[in-house]
């Protein structure tokens, strides 16, 4: 869907089988795997309705319990980070894909400089954030005397020039296309996406051209710049869901094709 016509929309708001999660040729029968922590989060809200108009089952899970899956059926995990990767990667037998917060083809759209370093050799005042997500949390002034506690020094991070956002918005992308935007820091003000931006937005997109086939792109406006900047990219599987951007069925249809693309990736590495 064009870009500009979304933005017109936008609103502020021990290893278990593989079999259990590959998908066949056949239409898939779908087990939602949601974590119970957040049964009211907004991904598993969207989940939830999705499974019930559709007829897929639903299970909820504590984390920490052993998984209880159902043969023939694809198993799509739903909570957090931490979670999704409790499930899925003893059935994938490896972790999951990781794609860069800052793609090498999108760093001519962030409109500062990002280097990767350990933490150790992180500058003072800059912005630091984990390379892995969640292992800490982003550091908008870095003091190399006071690291985030518990976290080695040679983490890897991302590091950059302090940028200050404001009216930031998520660009749901399925198949090189834009299917949602929501503006996603609520405190700011709603201009709204103007042509220029969604001109922007659609470069942005098309620069990257091994991108997987569900992910979000974060963007931007910034202080002293007059272009609207790339904030961060997101994996599919390991991205909130902000109803503003589109409904809980497309939702779901995203994610899952993000599911599908990586057990698909699974099974061929199996079959080498």
């Not at 593989?18 to 779908?30: E, G």
């Not at 119970?36 to 504590?62: C, F, K």
């Not at 490896?94 to 990002?114: N, T, V």
């Not at 994996?235 to 057990?263: F, H, K, N, Q, V």
Request: glycine share 6%; net charge negative; charged share 25%.
């Amino acid at each position: 869907m064009d870009v500009a016509h979304l933005a017109g929309e936008t609103c502020r708001s021990g290893g278990y089988p593989l079999d259990n999660i590959i998908m066949t040729s056949r239409p898939p029968d779908i087990l939602w795997m949601v974590d119970r922590r957040y049964a009211n989060s907004p991904e598993s809200r969207a989940i939830t309705t999705h499974a019930m108009l559709s007829g897929q089952a639903i299970r909820y899970v504590d984390y920490g319990e052993e998984p209880l899956f159902s043969r023939g059926k694809t198993a799509v995990p739903v909570g957090s980070v931490e979670y999704v990767r409790w499930v899925a990667e003893p059935l994938l037998g490896s972790p999951l894909p990781e794609i860069p917060d800052y793609p090498e083809p999108l760093r001519a759209f962030c409109g500062r400089r990002i280097d990767r370093a350990p933490l150790r050799e992180a500058p003072a005042g800059s912005f630091v954030k984990p390379t892995l997500p969640k292992q800490f949390d982003a550091i908008r002034n870095f003091d190399p005397s006071k690291p985030p506690s518990g976290v080695a020094l040679d983490t890897g991070c991302w590091t950059s020039e302090p940028v200050r956002f404001h009216e930031e918005y998520r660009v749901y992308v399925l198949d090189r296309e834009a299917i949602g935007i929501a503006q996603y820091d609520l405190d700011s003000p709603d201009r709204g996406l103007l042509p220029e931006d969604t001109d922007r937005i659609a470069k942005m997109i098309a620069a990257w051209e091994d991108q997987p086939v569900a992910w979000a792109l974060d963007v931007g406006r910034a202080d002293g710049f007059e272009d609207i900047l790339l904030v961060e990219t997101n994996d599919g599987w390991a991205t909130g869901y902000y109803p503003a951007a589109m409904s809980a069925g497309a939702y779901a249809e995203w994610l899952l094709a993000r599911w599908r693309e990586i057990l698909s990736e699974a099974r061929r590495a199996i079959e080498v």
